[in-house]
């Protein structure tokens, strides 16, 4: 592949995908993006933590070579003309097949332009692009866009979103035994809200569809309504739901759970349930016992090496996790569900800082921190790296590179235990030392 900007070290060899398999050399090539706001930040100290726990933990037989490529502000800075995606990026994640990030700025809306430093948004002058960011003056002020991470995510078709989520010792947190939740979410990424059509209320568009939907089809919609259509296909759910199983069958997990609002939503959130249990039964009938099975036939009792396969309300979910949090293992939930089953689940563990995700599709993955740019902070060496450096463990546990990764979480939970945290958890826990953003890095190392 030829790239524009973008340097292919000479050094390393790629990551290959064959007959299903992930084929990883000693020195693979990894393409990283460093984010916006404080993303330079959080990335030098994951960059740090990764490198020393693959050194130690491989007695330098393996290193990873990292290889740089752009999107938000550094492919602004690189590529200029508004390209904060370019087709280079693209390209380098498709062909080295696993990649990390730190987060990028999104703008909210109503605005022209965003700042890509602080995250301002601002109309021009005119329509046209302000010289300078009226917050922080910057001149790296864009075009308005959607938002990088759907867009990325789209584009390379990466359908699950993946985030796991566990309590590491001594995090302050709000539950009495958060020890107790160890859930895997795995949310589609490609339809439900993130492929919603909207239809603004009083528009053209809105009124044609109402019309349709009366007199066509029979239902009556208000006329001042604007309009929503979430769509959910056999296609979408079943790769998703495999995806989660084949998890649950190589880690050796005992349950995956279908979350859904199938009483409401019938067709769409219903039909994920029964489709899910239709994938489950065609592809894995010798592996898994659904939970009708498992009491029509085996009296309650889970025979031994089988997977269980349940369904729950999605709102039945939230007190689940709550109440019962050790009964369940792997989650399979539609896009909106998902985006909020994976958030309450990780601030009941005190770890929405901490959270790390990836987005994974048939062959790439792009690891990612799972907060945002926190622009406040940028370049203060202030914030907490954790989020990062646990996707970064989820990289090397997806390459295999599980010794390594095991490291990384062991010496970071007896580096939180030890109370010598960053600002945001010294805040939250009594007679902790405040250390930055490099500072903290080098004691999880230490603690290796
Ligand atoms: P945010 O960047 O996540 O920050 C909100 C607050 O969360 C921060 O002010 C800080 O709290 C805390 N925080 C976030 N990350 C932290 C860390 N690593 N360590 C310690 N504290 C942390 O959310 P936002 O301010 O709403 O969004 C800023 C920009 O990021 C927006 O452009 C947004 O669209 C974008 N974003 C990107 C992603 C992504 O790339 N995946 C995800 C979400 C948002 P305190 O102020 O209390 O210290």
Same mark, same amino acid.
């Given at each position: 592949?030829?790239?524009?900007?973008?340097?292919?070290?000479?050094?390393?060899?790629?990551?290959?995908?064959?007959?299903?398999?992930?084929?990883?050399?000693?020195? %693979?090539? &990894?393409?990283?993006?460093?984010? =916006?706001?404080?993303?330079?930040?959080? +990335?030098?100290?994951?960059?740090?933590?990764?490198?020393?726990?693959?050194?130690?933990?491989?007695?330098?037989?393996?290193?990873?070579?990292?290889?740089? &490529?752009?999107?938000?502000?550094?492919?602004?800075?690189?590529? #200029?003309?508004? =390209?904060?995606? %370019?087709?280079?990026?693209?390209?380098?994640?498709?062909?080295?097949?696993?990649?990390?990030?730190?987060? *990028?700025?999104?703008?909210?809306?109503? @605005?022209?332009?965003?700042? !890509?430093?602080?995250?301002?948004?601002?109309?021009?002058?005119? #329509?046209?692009?302000?010289?300078?960011?009226?917050?922080?003056?910057?001149? @790296?002020?864009?075009?308005?866009?959607?938002?990088?991470?759907?867009? !990325?995510?789209?584009?390379?078709?990466?359908?699950?979103?993946?985030?796991?989520?566990? +309590?590491?010792?001594?995090?302050?947190?709000?539950?009495?035994?958060?020890?107790?939740?160890?859930?895997?979410?795995?949310?589609?990424?490609?339809? =439900?809200?993130?492929?919603?059509?909207?239809?603004?209320?009083?528009?053209?568009?809105?009124?044609?569809?109402?019309? @349709?939907?009366?007199?066509?089809?029979?239902?009556?919609?208000?006329?001042?309504?604007?309009?929503?259509?979430?769509?959910?296909?056999?296609?979408?759910?079943?790769? !998703?739901?495999?995806?989660?199983?084949?998890?649950?069958?190589?880690?050796?997990?005992?349950?995956?759970?279908?979350?859904?609002?199938?009483? &409401?939503?019938?067709?769409?959130?219903?039909?994920?349930?029964?489709?899910?249990?239709?994938?489950?039964?065609?592809?894995?009938?010798?592996?898994?016992?659904?939970? $009708?099975? *498992? +009491?029509?036939?085996?009296?309650?009792?889970?025979?031994?090496? /089988?997977?269980? &396969?349940?369904?729950?309300?999605? =709102? $039945?979910?939230?007190?689940?996790?709550?109440?019962?949090?050790?009964?369940?293992?792997?989650?399979?939930?539609?896009?909106?569900?998902?985006?909020?089953?994976?958030?309450?689940?990780?601030?009941?563990?005190?770890?929405?800082? *901490?959270?790390?995700?990836?987005?994974?599709?048939?062959?790439?993955?792009?690891?990612?921190?799972?907060?945002?740019?926190?622009?406040?902070?940028?370049?203060?060496?202030?914030?907490?790296?954790?989020?990062?450096?646990?996707?970064?463990?989820?990289?090397?546990?997806?390459?295999? +590179?599980?010794?390594?990764?095991?490291?990384?979480?062991?010496? !970071?939970?007896?580096?939180?235990?030890?109370?010598?945290?960053?600002?945001?958890?010294?805040? $939250?826990?009594?007679?902790?030392?405040?250390?930055?953003?490099?500072? @903290?890095?080098? /004691?999880?190392?230490?603690?290796?």
């Amino acid at each position: 592949m030829k790239y524009q900007k973008i340097k292919v070290p000479s050094n390393g060899k790629r990551i290959t995908f064959e007959k299903g398999k992930l084929n990883v050399p000693d020195n %693979p090539i &990894i393409p990283f993006v460093e984010g =916006d706001g404080m993303g330079p930040d959080i +990335w030098r100290a994951t960059k740090r933590v990764l490198d020393a726990a693959v050194e130690k933990a491989f007695a330098g037989k393996k290193k990873i070579i990292w290889m740089e &490529i752009h999107a938000g502000l550094s492919a602004l800075k690189k590529y #200029g003309n508004d =390209d904060i995606l %370019p087709e280079d990026t693209l390209n380098a994640i498709r062909e080295f097949k696993v990649a990390i990030k730190g987060p *990028l700025t999104t703008p909210v809306g109503g @605005f022209d332009f965003v700042c !890509l430093v602080c995250a301002k948004e601002q109309n021009g002058v005119n #329509g046209k692009r302000p010289e300078k960011c009226v917050k922080c003056g910057s001149e @790296f002020v864009t075009k308005r866009f959607r938002s990088l991470n759907v867009g !990325l995510r789209q584009i390379l078709d990466l359908y699950a979103c993946v985030r796991p989520v566990r +309590w590491y010792k001594g995090v302050p947190c709000p539950v009495k035994r958060p020890d107790k939740l160890d859930v895997i979410v795995f949310r589609e990424n490609t339809e =439900d809200v993130y492929a919603g059509i909207e239809f603004q209320e009083g528009t053209k568009e809105a009124k044609k569809i109402i019309s @349709f939907l009366k007199n066509v089809m029979g239902k009556n919609v208000r006329e001042d309504s604007g309009i929503g259509i979430k769509p959910i296909s056999i296609f979408g759910t079943k790769r !998703l739901v495999r995806k989660a199983i084949n998890h649950a069958l190589e880690q050796n997990l005992p349950s995956v759970t279908l979350v859904h609002k199938g009483n &409401i939503m019938k067709f769409t959130e219903g039909a994920f349930r029964d489709w899910g249990y239709e994938l489950a039964k065609e592809e894995y009938r010798d592996k898994i016992v659904t939970e $009708q099975e *498992l +009491w029509d036939e085996f009296d309650g009792k889970m025979p031994e090496g /089988k997977i269980l &396969i349940k369904d729950r309300i999605a =709102d $039945q979910t939230f007190q689940q996790v709550l109440l019962r949090p050790d009964e369940y293992s792997v989650f399979a939930t539609p896009n909106l569900n998902g985006d909020y089953l994976s958030d309450a689940c990780a601030a009941q563990v005190g770890g929405l800082g *901490l959270a790390p995700g990836a987005n994974i599709g048939d062959e790439i993955a792009l690891f990612e921190a799972t907060h945002g740019t926190a622009p406040k902070y940028t370049g203060m060496d202030k914030v907490n790296p954790s989020s990062l450096i646990l996707s970064g463990v989820m990289m090397l546990k997806y390459m295999g +590179w599980i010794k390594a990764g095991e490291m990384i979480e062991n010496a !970071l939970e007896k580096t939180i235990s030890q109370k010598t945290v960053t600002y945001d958890l010294e805040r $939250q826990m009594e007679g902790a030392t405040k250390l930055k953003t490099s500072e @903290f890095g080098e /004691k999880i190392i230490e603690n290796m």
